[in-house]
């Protein structure tokens, strides 16, 4: 750990540096950090305490000043929104990595290397200027020789490094904060930068995202409402993504054109419906859907691009997410709990009469409102809040999804605002809770569960056998754990060293009233032996120590 400090103190300094001005100089102090800075910066640090502007601007500014691995993690905690308030959430929302574009002639570079040929040979026709830059990689438009025109995403040089180095130090920060922050342990701060770092390592692998775009155009493949575009595997690797170009308008251009052109109730209908085939069918879906990477052509039909966030749900997941759909709908709310406890990492000592009652309070709410007028981005955004008050932590998966369905209403709310994306989801719900009690479909994951439960009932004998043969040689070890065994324990020691206590000064009692006894009767064998006083003396002294270490051990 030190030597990586020592490896990467210049990238410390600059993000410590970054933090100090954005007024989280308290952080770095608190981490142990502080000595990197110049006594300059530690001035600046004592300023910037009163900083006025809001907590998440603030954490906004930072990460987008320290570049794109900061980026992708404040854009994955903004997701996180059982763990982190709306507030913070909504200011990471807007985290931009639009960056200075690189020059042409580095792009140029990075496509002769990697598909073996310069651009004039690969291509008939290659902008200079790029049509989008980001922190990971930039777009340039292009036509092959074919004459197909296409889009070429190129990685930017050395970004690999700056993420592995980034990666590291924030594994480091995680691990102090963990150590000294108790919130932060308890969410798993240092799993959430490992899935940070797989997730940037996915995003940047551009061959990964080809066969995202892939399977999305096989999902799609009989419907010719959603278009997905082709990929040009003959001009693409890890680093250079070549795939159809998509001529259409974008969401913020549809306001401005006519019912004539573009059917708008159609186009959220269709997009909610593709959405949740995606999610509820298919179990692959798109994980970043906002209006950048959507495009509406002629003919009401929708387009999808950059496939590098793509959220995958187990049958257990689009099981649980059905569930919540069907309690919703149904404001049940031992549904909804039972499918928290199931998606959900509860905490051991959780409160489940607090839970069920925060759940109970959350159906309340939406009682008496017709199921048309549920927004479904409240009911998520409240239940995540639900979890975050119980220390509950749900899966990323799940926040993903939660954020992308947020994203879709949002979209759709703006297309046709009397539209409701739980009304065109309840067929789906209805749909999968027949599927659930039907014999026949559910025989296959029954079938499996009774062969489990058979090899198990059948392997019983064998190892209740073998632990009572292990028991018999005194070879089991068993732990028991009470909790209030070390609240009893304390207890009894308090209550055996009053005791001792009042035995002591008992018998230090009687000696005392001995020795009046005696001097009461003059000249006495007792009192003419030095014994006693020496007795007396070491009677003082034990029970001083007793006394001193009773108070000292605090349990009297």
């Given at each position: 750990?030190?030597?990586?400090?020592?490896?990467?103190?210049?990238?410390?300094?600059?993000?410590?540096?970054?933090?100090?001005?954005?007024?989280?100089?308290?952080?770095?102090?608190?981490?142990?950090?502080?000595?990197?800075?110049?006594?300059?910066?530690?001035?600046?640090?004592d300023?910037?305490?009163?900083?006025?502007?809001?907590?998440?601007?603030?954490?906004?500014?930072?990460?987008?000043?320290?570049?794109?691995?900061?980026?992708?993690?404040?854009?994955?905690?903004?997701?996180?929104?059982?763990?982190?308030?709306?507030?913070?959430?909504?200011?990471?929302?807007?985290?931009?990595?639009?960056?200075?574009?690189?020059?042409?002639?580095?792009?140029?570079?990075?496509?002769?290397?990697?598909?073996?040929?310069?651009?004039?040979?690969?291509?008939?026709?290659?902008?200079?200027?790029?049509?989008a830059?980001?922190?990971i990689?930039?777009?340039?438009?292009?036509?092959?020789?074919?004459?197909?025109n296409?889009?070429?995403?190129?990685?930017?040089?050395?970004?690999?490094?700056?993420?592995?180095?980034?990666?590291?130090?924030?594994?480091?920060?995680?691990?102090?904060?963990?150590?000294?922050?108790?919130?932060?342990?308890?969410?798993?701060?240092?799993?959430?930068?490992?899935?940070?770092?797989?997730?940037?390592?996915?995003?940047?692998?551009?061959?990964?995202?080809?066969?995202?775009?892939?399977?999305?155009?096989q999902?799609?493949?009989?419907?010719?409402?959603?278009?997905?575009?082709?990929?040009?595997?003959?001009?693409?690797?890890?680093?250079?993504?070549?795939?159809?170009?998509?001529?259409?308008?974008?969401?913020?251009?549809?306001?401005?054109?006519?019912?004539?052109?573009?059917?708008k109730?159609?186009?959220?209908?269709?997009?909610?419906?593709?959405?949740?085939?995606?999610?509820?069918?298919?179990?692959?879906?798109?994980?970043?859907?906002?209006?950048?990477?959507?495009?509406?052509?002629?003919?009401?039909?929708?387009?999808?691009?950059?496939?590098?966030?793509?959220?995958?749900?187990?049958?257990?997941?689009?099981?649980?997410?059905?569930?919540?759909?069907?309690g919703?709908?149904?404001?049940?709310?031992?549904?909804l709990?039972?499918?928290?406890?199931?998606?959900?990492?509860?905490?051991h000592?959780?409160?489940?009469?607090?839970?069920?009652?925060?759940?109970?309070?959350l159906?309340?709410?939406?009682?008496?409102?017709?199921?048309?007028?549920i927004?479904?981005?409240?009911?998520?955004?409240?239940?995540?809040?639900?979890?975050?008050?119980?220390?509950?932590?749900?899966?990323?998966?799940?926040?993903?999804?939660?954020?992308?369905?947020?994203?879709?209403?949002?979209?759709?709310?703006?297309?046709?605002?009397e539209?409701?994306?739980?009304?065109?989801?309840?067929?789906?719900?209805?749909?999968?809770?027949?599927?659930?009690?039907?014999?026949?479909?559910?025989?296959?994951?029954k079938?499996?569960?009774?062969?489990?439960?058979?090899?198990?009932?059948?392997?019983?004998p064998?190892?209740?056998?073998?632990?009572?043969?292990?028991?018999?040689k005194?070879?089991?070890?068993?732990?028991?754990?009470?909790?209030?065994?070390?609240?009893l324990?304390?207890?009894?020691?308090?209550?055996?060293?009053?005791?001792?206590?009042?035995?002591?000064?008992?018998?230090?009692?009687?000696?005392?009233?001995?020795?009046?006894?005696?001097?009461?009767?003059?000249?006495?064998?007792?009192?003419?032996?030095?014994?006693?006083?020496?007795?007396?003396?070491?009677?003082?002294?034990?029970?001083?120590?007793?006394?001193?270490?009773?108070?000292?051990?605090?349990?009297?």
């Amino acid at each position: 750990m030190i030597m990586r400090r020592m490896r990467h103190m210049n990238r410390y300094r600059e993000i410590t540096t970054v933090l100090v001005k954005n007024g989280f100089g308290y952080i770095v102090k608190e981490v142990g950090l502080f000595h990197l800075l110049s006594l300059p910066k530690r001035i600046e640090s004592d300023l910037n305490k009163g900083n006025a502007q809001p907590l998440g601007k603030r954490l906004r500014i930072s990460m987008e000043e320290l570049g794109p691995t900061f980026i992708k993690f404040g854009q994955l905690l903004s997701i996180r929104r059982d763990m982190i308030p709306a507030s913070l959430t909504k200011e990471l929302e807007k985290l931009q990595d639009a960056v200075r574009p690189i020059n042409s002639s580095v792009i140029k570079q990075i496509i002769k290397e990697e598909l073996g040929a310069p651009c004039e040979d690969l291509f008939e026709t290659f902008d200079e200027e790029c049509l989008a830059a980001a922190s990971i990689g930039q777009v340039h438009k292009a036509t092959l020789r074919s004459g197909e025109n296409v889009v070429v995403k190129v990685r930017r040089p050395n970004i690999e490094d700056q993420v592995n180095i980034d990666v590291e130090i924030l594994r480091d920060l995680a691990r102090l904060v963990e150590s000294r922050y108790s919130w932060a342990k308890h969410y798993q701060l240092r799993d959430i930068v490992d899935e940070l770092a797989l997730a940037i390592r996915n995003e940047m692998d551009y061959s990964q995202e080809a066969r995202n775009t892939e399977k999305f155009r096989q999902m799609f493949e009989n419907n010719d409402n959603i278009i997905i575009p082709s990929i040009y595997w003959d001009y693409s690797t890890k680093k250079v993504l070549t795939s159809q170009y998509i001529d259409g308008k974008k969401f913020i251009e549809l306001k401005d054109l006519s019912s004539d052109q573009f059917d708008k109730k159609l186009l959220a209908e269709r997009l909610v419906h593709s959405f949740l085939d995606q999610v509820l069918i298919k179990g692959i879906y798109h994980g970043d859907p906002h209006p950048g990477n959507m495009f509406f052509l002629p003919g009401n039909k929708i387009a999808y691009i950059d496939f590098g966030q793509v959220g995958v749900l187990s049958n257990e997941m689009k099981e649980n997410f059905a569930s919540l759909i069907i309690g919703l709908m149904s404001k049940d709310t031992d549904t909804l709990l039972h499918t928290v406890q199931r998606m959900a990492n509860m905490p051991h000592d959780i409160d489940e009469n607090k839970l069920k009652n925060d759940i109970d309070a959350l159906k309340d709410k939406y009682y008496d409102i017709p199921m048309s007028q549920i927004n479904i981005g409240d009911a998520i955004a409240d239940l995540f809040n639900t979890t975050q008050r119980n220390r509950i932590t749900i899966p990323k998966d799940y926040t993903m999804l939660g954020k992308a369905l947020m994203t879709i209403e949002g979209f759709i709310t703006d297309l046709d605002s009397e539209l409701s994306l739980i009304h065109l989801a309840e067929p789906y719900g209805k749909k999968l809770l027949l599927e659930r009690v039907n014999p026949i479909k559910n025989l296959p994951t029954k079938w499996v569960e009774i062969t489990e439960l058979a090899s198990i009932i059948f392997q019983l004998p064998k190892q209740l056998r073998h632990t009572l043969t292990k028991v018999n040689k005194g070879q089991t070890h068993f732990e028991m754990n009470l909790p209030q065994i070390d609240k009893l324990l304390l207890r009894l020691d308090r209550i055996g060293n009053r005791i001792s206590f009042s035995v002591t000064l008992l018998a230090f009692s009687i000696v005392i009233v001995g020795l009046i006894i005696a001097s009461t009767f003059g000249n006495t064998f007792l009192s003419n032996v030095p014994v006693i006083g020496i007795a007396v003396v070491i009677a003082i002294l034990m029970f001083l120590w007793l006394i001193f270490s009773i108070f000292r051990s605090g349990r009297f």
